[in-house]
T-cell receptor
Framework: AQSVTQLDSHVSVSEGTPVLLRCNYS??????LFWYVQHPNKGLQLLLK??????LVKGINGFEAEFKKSETSFHLTKPSAHMSDAAEYFC???????????FGSGTRLLVRP | DAGITQSPRHKVTETGTPVTLRCHQT?????MYWYRQDPGHGLRLIHY???????DKGEVSDGYSVSRSKTEDFLLTLESATSSQTSVYFC??????????????FGPGTRLTVL
């Protein structure tokens, strides 16, 4: 069965330092993968999505993710954290032709001044 | 903005009472979904719809029913609310394109508290 595992429940970084949020996936074929962000008391916003056209995917707000089949990973990165990046981030995969989504448990990013 | 609204946005109810949450979309998308969000679990699919009167169960469907009599509205009903159904409920629509991976967009959420 398809699934995603987010390896860290909480990540804390200083403003201006790099961000790395880790996600591993489990799939028997080439998966559809997404990162969503949820700011406090807000809905979910799509950051980026893997379409199989390119392994390095660029998203909004300077985030990017790299699909690595050999490592079954889809880690989210940003070169320099901003205070406004503090939020919860979800790694997500899509299941079958009904587009059902399977969410990871989330990583809460804290950005220190 | 995918034109999704949810009502009510907040609700407090008592155990054993029926509750209906409404999701409304303005763009005539075929696929609609109901998820619940609980700490440590991310979002989990309750039910989804792939057209008017066409619905199916998700991962956590026990205690919930849905209806879709019009393209634009997808209703989630808790027949007899329990404290374990205290959660934040999100509706979503799927935008289907002919090329590239399709994208799901979420409503603002409904916070439900069952006392």
């Amino acid at each position: 069965a398809q699934s995603v595992t987010q390896l860290d429940s909480h990540v804390s970084v200083s403003e201006g330092t790099p961000v790395l949020l880790r996600c591993n996936y489990s799939s028997s074929y080439s998966p559809s993968l997404f990162w969503y962000v949820q700011h406090p008391n807000k809905g979910l916003q799509l950051l980026l999505k893997y379409t199989s056209a390119a392994t390095l995917v660029k998203g909004i707000n300077g985030f990017e993710a790299e699909f690595k089949k050999s490592e079954t990973s889809f880690h989210l990165t940003k070169p320099s954290a901003h205070m406004s990046d503090a939020a919860e981030y979800f790694c997500v995969t899509s299941v079958d032709s009904s587009y059902k989504l399977i969410f990871g448990s989330g990583t809460r990013l804290l950005v220190r001044p | 903005d995918a034109g999704i609204t949810q009502s009510p946005r907040h609700k407090v109810t008592e155990t054993g009472t029926p509750v209906t949450l409404r999701c409304h979309q303005t763009e005539n998308h075929r696929y609609m979904y109901w998820y619940r969000q609980d700490p440590g679990h991310g979002l989990r699919l309750i039910h989804y719809s792939y057209g008017v009167k066409d619905t199916d169960k998700g991962e956590v469907s026990d205690g919930y029913s849905v209806s879709r009599s019009k393209t634009e509205d997808f209703l989630l009903t808790l027949e007899s609310a329990t404290s374990s159904q205290t959660s934040v409920y999100f509706c979503a629509i799927q935008k289907v394109k002919t090329s590239s991976t399709d994208t799901q967009y979420f409503g603002p959420g409904t916070r439900l508290t069952v006392l």
